[in-house]
């Protein structure tokens, strides 16, 4: 049978392994805030610049393909 200060240590080990497990959790939780923020970031750009911006209708114009221009105009 279990002494009282027994069970009483077993359940502070135990809810010290639960506040671990919920740190990760947080942890985890912020993690993704910042993966999301860094993809809706992008999104934002690229849907700042039009299709025709990049690309021409043959997929010419990356730099590497032999279409890309540079131009001097502002």
Not at 48 to 64: I, Q, S, T
Request: hydrophobic share 35%.
């Amino acid at each position: 049978m279990l002494s009282v200060s027994q069970s009483f240590e077993e359940l502070l080990s135990s809810s010290n392994v639960l506040n671990r497990k919920l740190e990760e959790v947080g942890g985890m939780t912020r993690e993704y805030e910042t993966i999301a923020a860094l993809w809706n970031s992008f999104h934002e750009l690229m849907r700042g610049h039009r299709a025709g911006d990049v690309l021409d209708d043959k997929g010419l114009g990356l730099p590497g393909t032999g279409g890309h221009t540079v131009s001097s105009k502002p």
